[in-house]
């Protein structure tokens, strides 16, 4: 089986939105689970990936995302921090990120309200008209076209 995932980097919300308000990255935390659901690594490895810290330790962060904004400051690239992190996963297919920009959805609520972040935008109960991602020039990772 070849499955590739091409996975939205738009998220904004918990242990993501943390560490995107800091570095300026990518989302992380849904390329994470999708790393971690095709991991052919040792059980505990993957635990480890998706292993998130309590209250008065590291703020609810993921394990996972925290190595990931790692390895991308080690890297300087978000999209071959993945794939790196998915070697040593032992991933089986791939997991491209949708963009290599950090990027943020945004609506325009059909009253005109424009609403910015994923988890602001269903908070309004309105009906959106429009959707777009800021900043409006991103390019798509090459792998994903």
């Known amino acids: 089986m070849d499955i590739t995932a091409i996975v939205t980097v738009a998220d904004n919300g918990g242990s993501t939105g943390k560490i995107r308000d800091v570095m300026d990255i990518p989302a992380t935390g849904d390329i994470r689970n999708d790393i971690a659901a095709l991991s052919d690594s040792e059980s505990i490895l993957t635990q480890l990936f998706q292993y998130r810290f309590g209250e008065n330790q590291v ?35 791939q997991v491209i990120p949708s963009t ?25 109960h309105k009906k959106i008209d429009r959707v777009f991602l800021e900043p409006g020039d991103v390019e798509p990772m090459e792998e994903a076209v």
């Not at 945004?106 to 935008?121: K, S, W």
């Open 59 to 93: 703020d609810g962060h993921s394990l996972g995302n925290l190595v990931i904004a790692g390895m991308t400051s080690i890297t300087n690239d978000f999209g071959h921090a993945i794939k790196e992190l998915s070697k040593v996963l032992n991933i089986k297919g």
């Open 100 to 124: 290599n920009t950090s990027v943020q959805l945004n609506a325009v609520m059909e009253d005109g309200e424009i609403v910015c972040g994923e988890t602001n935008i269903p908070n309004t």
